[in-house]
């Protein structure tokens, strides 16, 4: 009876055990290949988005280089391979007609300015 009891206090906690995985908690491993893959997937943006690998590199500073660089690299070797023209990313709410503090350029009334009159 007492060989019973052990035996399945000790089958009973090694199915918990087992279970770990179900509760989310990564290795290391796991962590460092996430890390990686996530490292690939931004070289291989940047380099769709036609940024070089320094201003990658200074934009996501967090990131292994190592890993953003292999995939800045076979994004590169695939865009080539099949003639892929990269896609530069939009300016950020800047125009050419406005200059400093908004005003427009060549002496032409804001554009709220011109509504008012």
Known sequence: ????????????AAALLSGCEALGIETA???????DAEGKAIGSACRHAVRSIEDCFGNYPRA????????????????RENSIVGMPS??????????????????D??????RTS
Request: aromatic residues 6%; hydrophobic residues 40%; positive net charge.
């Open 90 to 107: 939009q300016p950020e709410a800047t125009s050419p007609a406005q200059g400093k503090g908004g005003e427009a350029a060549h002496g």
């Open 1 to 12: 009876m007492r060989h019973t009891v052990f035996t399945l206090c000790i089958l009973s």
């Open 64 to 79: 292994g280089k190592a890993a953003v660089f292999a995939g800045w690299k076979e994004m590169d070797e695939y865009m």
């Open 109 to 114: 009334k804001p554009a709220a300015a011109a």
């Open 29 to 35: 491993t796991q962590v460092n290949a996430k890390k």
